[in-house]
Every structure is written in C-alpha cells, then in structure tokens.
C-alpha cells in the first residue's frame, strides 16, 4: 500500500534542487530566513542555515561548510548574531561556526550527547590504525582500503571543528531572547543530533534527521553507539507528533507532512533490513562487504568510490547489528571486543 506523499513548500529551494544551482535565500516567516551555504565537492551541493531573529537575540542553526563563498552568503545580516546552534557533528553543518564565532563573539552550542569521537584521540595514527583494521574485519578488499580509510587530513580538518560552548539538553530551549526553540534529542544519523520544534512559527529545523527525499545516512562507527538504526527508529517516533507544520530541514527544501515523511523513511529502512537478509540467504555472504556489494544502490555499487562507499558499508554495518538485536542469526563479522571497547 502507498503512502500519502509530503506536501512540499520550499518551492524555490525544490526548483533549485532539480536545476542544480544554489537555492535563494528566503524569508520563511517574520524573523526566519533560510540561507544556502556551498558544500563543494559533494552531491548535496548545500546546506541550508537558518536565521532567527529574536528580541534582541540572533541564532543562526547550521552554519554550513567553512569556505569564504559561505561566509559571503552566511554573512548576511550576522553582525548581531549572538548564537549558533549545530544540530550535529558534522563537517557540513559545524564547518564555519569556528569562524563566525570568532567574528562575532556568538557562544556555540550542540546536544549534551554529540562528542568527538575518532577525532578525541591525540594519536592519529592509533586512530587510523583501527579505522583500517575494522574496515578490514568488514572484508573491505586491501586494494581499497586507502580509498575507504580515514585518512590524516581528514582527522586534522575533524579535530579542528568548533568544540562547543553549551550543551542542549532534550526538552531543554535554546537561550535566546525572544525565541522559542525546544530541544528534541533525536539521535541515529549521529549519536547526539538534535532538531529543534518552533511552535510559535510551526516550524520543525530537522537538520539531517528527515530529509524529504533522501533517506539519512545511519551509519554504524566504531568507537559509537552500538545500534544505531535502533536508536533513529526510537527518534523518530519522537519527532512524528504532528503532522502540518512545516520541516526545515539542512539539504534539499522545505515541507510539510512530518508524519507522512517518517512512516516513508521507516518503510525504506525496513525493506533495506529484509534485502540484507535476503542477500544472506542468496549469496552466502561472509563480511559486510559481501553483502553491501549484492544490495541495490541508487547508481549502482560500481558507482561507489571513497567516501560514498564507506559510507554504504558502514550503513549496511548498521543493518547487521540492528537485525541480530531482533534476533537473526548473523555469522558476518562486524565488531571485536577491544574495538568495542573504545566506546
């Protein structure tokens, strides 16, 4: 049976999705703007920021990659901005808070359970010896492990993000003047990603939590949390209280029907959970790898490279642990005790 689709509202930014340029930036509402921040080199070409004006408070949500074509664009109407709020550790999405702090003096805050992780360690090499071991435990072939690895740059630029000056709680409002933004802990496609419920401008910042189109990347890390497909299976119940406000999320454009939306992302996840299985039971697969490589992709396994693609092992990672907690018998390897240990 299908589901009744979302009702978009973003009708700009959509347009600008499908034509591949940079959406404008809009007011949305009194005192809320969305502002498009460039993501260079990824297919998501941008992430959307949000401004909102307060009583003598400026919040800024997501503030995008760190590159000067951001701050050009983020730059608009921040000389007051007084706070910036990161729905989740990710480059895309903290990138530029370190630089618009220290122009504008604005705290940063993120949720009370979103922490470094591989880049907390002060031994890089440890770090990335580890990350090539479990990429090897989950079969990766060694001819691309350098290509799927996390490299020394990367773990430079991750330890370089803004640590946070707050810490949101769930429930929690987020200090501000004026504004009237709540907490909601939503984690999965990060351990500690938050979105932000506006009921006096019946707005939902969703960050990457739900997405309208694409389904969020639930991603299994080791050290990390131990199910996380569970884990966004619980928040978005916690999210789908409603139905007519309307979601901003970080990537593609705005919409309504947050309801709709989640019962579409947990259909998708639970038919991704019954192919796992049925690659099992067809192929005999044997790693994470074997199985991730007999599974459908949107342009094709062959089409994945570096990041993609150890993004699409380490999601059918997540499958694997998420299906043995329901009770399937597994026999691929997908942890160890001392990696688990890092937690």
Same mark, same amino acid.
Request: aromatic share 6%; with cysteine.
């Given at each position: 049976?299908?589901?009744? @689709?979302?009702? !978009?509202?973003?009708?700009?930014?959509?347009?600008?999705?499908?034509?591949?340029?940079?959406?404008?930036?809009?007011?949305?509402?009194?005192?809320?703007?969305?502002?498009?921040?460039? !993501?260079?080199?990824?297919?998501?070409?941008?992430?959307?920021?949000?401004?909102?004006?307060?009583?003598?408070?400026?919040? %800024?949500?997501?503030?995008?990659?760190?590159?000067?074509?951001? %701050?050009? +664009?983020?730059?608009?109407?921040? @000389?007051?901005?007084?706070?910036?709020?990161?729905?989740?550790?990710?480059?895309?999405?903290?990138?530029?808070?370190?630089?618009?702090?220290?122009?504008?003096?604005?705290?940063?805050?993120?949720?009370? +359970?979103?922490?470094?992780?591989?880049?907390?360690?002060?031994?890089?090499?440890?770090?990335?010896?580890?990350?090539?071991?479990?990429?090897?435990?989950?079969?990766?072939?060694?001819?691309?492990?350098?290509?799927?690895?996390?490299?020394?740059?990367?773990?430079?630029?991750?330890?370089? +993000?803004?640590?946070?000056?707050?810490?949101?709680?769930?429930?929690?409002?987020?200090?501000?003047?004026?504004?009237?933004?709540?907490?909601?802990?939503?984690?999965?496609?990060?351990?500690?990603?938050?979105?932000?419920?506006?009921?006096?401008?019946?707005? #939902? !910042?969703?960050?990457?939590?739900?997405?309208?189109?694409?389904?969020?990347? #639930?991603?299994?890390?080791?050290?990390?949390?131990?199910?996380?497909?569970?884990?966004?299976?619980?928040?978005?119940?916690?999210?789908?209280?409603?139905?007519?406000?309307?979601?901003?999320?970080?990537?593609?454009?705005? !919409?309504?029907?947050?309801?709709?939306?989640?019962?579409?992302?947990?259909?998708?996840?639970?038919?991704?959970? *019954?192919?796992?299985?049925? $690659?099992?039971?067809?192929?005999? *697969?044997?790693?994470?790898?074997?199985?991730?490589?007999? %599974?459908?992709?949107?342009?094709?396994?062959?089409?994945?490279?570096?990041?993609?693609?150890?993004?699409?092992?380490?999601?059918?990672?997540?499958?694997? $642990?998420?299906?043995?907690?329901?009770?399937?018998? #597994?026999? $691929?390897?997908?942890?160890?005790?001392? %990696?688990?240990?890092?937690?």
């Amino acid at each position: 049976m299908s589901l009744p @689709s979302i009702t !978009f509202t973003g009708h700009a930014q959509k347009e600008a999705w499908q034509n591949k340029v940079l959406p404008p930036v809009e007011q949305i509402c009194e005192d809320v703007w969305s502002v498009p921040v460039p !993501f260079p080199g990824s297919p998501m070409r941008y992430t959307v920021s949000y401004l909102l004006v307060g009583d003598g408070d400026v919040v %800024l949500i997501d503030p995008g990659w760190d590159s000067d074509a951001g %701050l050009r +664009l983020a730059g608009l109407g921040l @000389s007051d901005l007084t706070g910036i709020v990161v729905t989740h550790y990710h480059s895309d999405h903290l990138g530029m808070a370190a630089r618009l702090r220290a122009a504008s003096g604005a705290w940063v805050a993120l949720g009370d +359970l979103e922490v470094r992780r591989l880049s907390a360690c002060e031994d890089l090499d440890l770090v990335l010896h580890n990350d090539r071991e479990k990429m090897t435990l989950w079969g990766v072939p060694a001819g691309r492990l350098s290509e799927v690895a996390m490299d020394k740059p990367t773990l430079v630029h991750l330890q370089d +993000l803004a640590d946070p000056d707050l810490r949101l709680t769930d429930g929690s409002l987020v200090p501000g003047r004026g504004l009237d933004l709540k907490v909601v802990t939503t984690p999965g496609h990060s351990p500690g990603h938050i979105c932000m419920v506006d009921e006096t401008h019946s707005l #939902i !910042f969703s960050g990457d939590h739900v997405l309208p189109r694409i389904s969020p990347q #639930i991603a299994l890390e080791l050290p990390g949390p131990p199910n996380p497909l569970a884990d966004y299976y619980d928040s978005l119940d916690l999210i789908a209280f409603e139905d007519e406000m309307e979601v901003c999320p970080a990537h593609e454009y705005r !919409f309504s029907g947050m309801q709709r939306r989640v019962a579409e992302l947990v259909k998708h996840n639970r038919e991704r959970s *019954a192919e796992v299985l049925r $690659v099992l039971d067809r192929h005999r *697969a044997e790693t994470v790898w074997d199985i991730a490589r007999h %599974l459908t992709w949107s342009r094709g396994w062959d089409s994945l490279q570096a990041v993609s693609l150890r993004l699409a092992v380490s999601e059918t990672a997540s499958h694997v $642990v998420y299906l043995r907690s329901q009770g399937h018998e #597994i026999n $691929v390897p997908v942890t160890e005790p001392r %990696l688990g240990a890092l937690r």
